[in-house]
């Protein structure tokens, strides 16, 4: 077994595959309406299905908006340089809700955003660049 897609549903499907493929890096790997259900799939991630998990945003048509709930956690994505990654994410009109820094509690360096629908993507750094990067910028 290995895990296929995470599901969210969207308001607005165009704006969220912008988000998620010009502001996130994803591909756009497929969409597809269904008028019988009035609603449409969009498939996004970082690669092929058949060896990535990926994103399925879910929009039913007429829905501009949900509430999220107390349930719903985050999607984690790792980066090589989280501090360049949050300026360009700023930089494009992406919402940065808690600045590039340790966690509380450890040591590891994370960051969050939200994409349109408020949804919480939880940036972490891979290996030791980004912090490296900050900590020669501190010193400069």
């Known amino acids: ?29 497929r969409r597809k309406d269904y008028p019988s259900g ?3 799939l969009a498939f996004v991630g970082y690669g092929e299905e058949k060896d990535n998990t990926v994103i399925e945003l879910t929009y039913n048509w007429g829905v501009e908006e949900y509430d999220l709930g107390k349930g719903y956690g985050h ?4 980066v090589d340089d989280i ?28 960051a969050f955003v939200e994409d ?3 949804y919480k993507i939880e940036l972490i750094q891979l290996g030791t660049q980004g912090s490296a990067k900050k900590e020669a910028a501190a010193t400069a």
């Not at 501090?83 to 940065?96: E, S």
């Open 1 to 29: 077994m290995r895990m296929l897609h995470t599901m969210l549903r969207v308001g607005d499907l165009d704006k969220s595959i912008a988000f998620y493929c010009d502001i996130l890096g994803m591909t756009l790997l």
């Open 38 to 40: 009035e609603f449409t």
């Open 75 to 78: 999607i984690a994505l790792g």
């Open 83 to 110: 501090y360049g990654t949050c300026d360009r994410i700023k930089a494009q009109g992406g919402k940065i809700s808690r600045e590039p820094g340790p966690m509380k509690h450890g040591t590891t360096v994370i």
């Open 116 to 118: 349109p629908d408020g």
